[in-house]
């Protein structure tokens, strides 16, 4: 018997392949940050706009494995003031999307940031974890495999 199946929480380890398959990205390295509350993404010309009466952003994430044109295009959830690696306040746009963690999936917040000159291009915060019965090992790295493709409509 698996540990999920007995309703005890799967272990992640601190590294892992996420998707974020509403946004083109099927698979990609994340730090776990349990000590950052907002999970990030490192997002660059961000082009906030408005489209029937709707708040939306486009934005390029430039990762390896992705054509440099693609841009993604989404709604804005909001606009916040988060602190950044420093603990200095900056505002970033925040937009609403799936994640996929092995063969887990579900919506989160996700904040647009410049994380170019860091080692992750995301990183999954605490509340984008929190309800979903995950358990963080410092000591490993990889522990929920690749990324499941989700179907259109999921």
């Not at 706009?49 to 494995?65: N, T």
Request: hydrophobic share 40%; proline share 7%.
């Amino acid at each position: 018997m698996k540990a999920t199946d007995r309703g005890l929480p799967k272990v992640v380890g601190w590294r892992e392949w996420v998707g974020l398959p509403e946004l083109g990205i099927t698979s990609l390295k994340a730090k776990i940050d349990t000590g950052a509350r907002t999970t990030a993404l490192h997002a660059v010309d961000l082009r906030p706009f408005e489209q029937d009466s709707v708040k939306w952003i486009e934005f390029r994430v430039p990762l390896a494995g992705l054509p440099k044109a693609d841009r993604c295009r989404t709604p804005i959830l909001d606009e916040r003031e988060i602190k950044n690696t420093s603990g200095v306040p900056e505002r970033r746009y925040v937009i609403e999307t799936m994640l996929v963690l092995g063969n887990r999936h579900w919506h989160i917040e996700l904040a647009l940031s410049d994380r170019e000159n860091m080692e992750f291009e995301t990183i999954i915060g605490r509340t984008a974890i929190r309800r979903h019965a995950l358990l963080v090992d410092p000591g490993r790295s990889f522990l929920s495999g690749p990324p499941r493709r989700i179907a259109p409509g999921y």
